[in-house]
């Protein structure tokens, strides 16, 4: 089985200040781990994703993450935030193999002010 | 390439109607999934479809609830009667196969039952 644990219902920044959010993932199989980010009134778009391999990935929008194994985290980062970064974050997490349904976190809304 | 298509966006209907919500997979997508967002218990997986067969419908929450996939590019979640906190964000998603790994969403349809 697999969960997730967003720490941080919201997180404010300013403007060019560094973004870290943070996620803990529970799996009995080796995950693979997803962020997604939901703009208002949209649906979820892929940010980036873990599979296999390099544990730093690159996403969309300037957005990174880093897998530690040993710390059960995939948290999220971007060095300056930008006003368009505001949106709601999930972190996801399915196992490698199998059905591999994806469990959620329960978000973490993004504020950014000027 | 148009992505996950639902139909409708919004929609406001009185307790004890039927509803029928919609849902266009991406072209060459074998995997859709069903989802509901609510604020209280976040994003919740609630039936999910492999070649058009259901897989493993255990999110959802009861028969009221019902979910066919007649052939791979349709599927509808149909909620009959229809009760106050049925009220959410009703998401679809596809991906390529089962085994792959980046589920694609809809902007989803925001159910509000009066």
């Known amino acids: 089985a697999q969960s997730v644990t967003q720490l941080g219902s919201h997180v404010s920044v300013s403007e060019g200040a560094l973004v870290l959010l943070r996620c803990n993932y529970s799996s009995s199989v080796p995950p693979y781990l997803f962020w997604y980010v939901q703009y208002p009134n949209q649906?979820?778009?892929?940010?980036?994703?873990?599979?296999?391999?390099?544990?730093?990935?690159?996403?969309?929008?300037?957005?990174?993450?880093?897998?530690?194994?040993?710390?059960?985290?995939?948290h999220l980062t971007k060095p300056s935030a930008h006003m368009s970064d505001a949106a709601e974050y999930f972190c996801a997490v399915s196992g490698a193999t199998g059905f591999q349904k994806l469990v959620f976190g329960t978000g973490t809304r993004l504020l950014v002010s000027p | 390439?148009?992505?996950?298509?639902?139909?409708?966006?919004?929609?406001?209907?009185?307790?004890?109607?039927?509803?029928?919500?919609?849902?266009?997979?991406?072209?060459?997508?074998?995997?859709?999934?069903?989802?509901?967002?609510?604020?209280?218990?976040?994003?919740?997986?609630?039936?999910?479809f492999n070649n058009n067969v259901p897989i493993d419908d255990s999110g959802m929450p009861e028969d009221r609830f019902s979910a066919k996939m007649p052939n791979a590019s349709f599927s509808t979640l149909k909620i009959q009667p229809s009760e106050p906190r049925d009220s959410a964000v009703y998401f679809c998603a596809s991906r390529v196969r089962e085994g792959t790994d980046t589920q694609y969403f809809g902007p989803g349809t925001r159910l509000t039952v009066l």
């Open chain 1, 43 to 74: 649906g979820l778009q892929l940010l980036l994703k873990y599979t296999t391999g390099a544990t730093l990935v690159k996403g969309i929008n300037g957005f990174e993450a880093e897998f530690k194994k040993s710390e059960t985290s995939f």
């Open chain 2, 1 to 48: 390439d148009a992505g996950v298509i639902q139909s409708p966006r919004h929609e406001v209907t009185e307790m004890g109607q039927e509803v029928t919500l919609r849902c266009k997979p991406i072209s060459g997508h074998n995997s859709l999934f069903w989802y509901r967002q609510t604020m209280m218990r976040g994003l919740e997986l609630l039936i999910y």
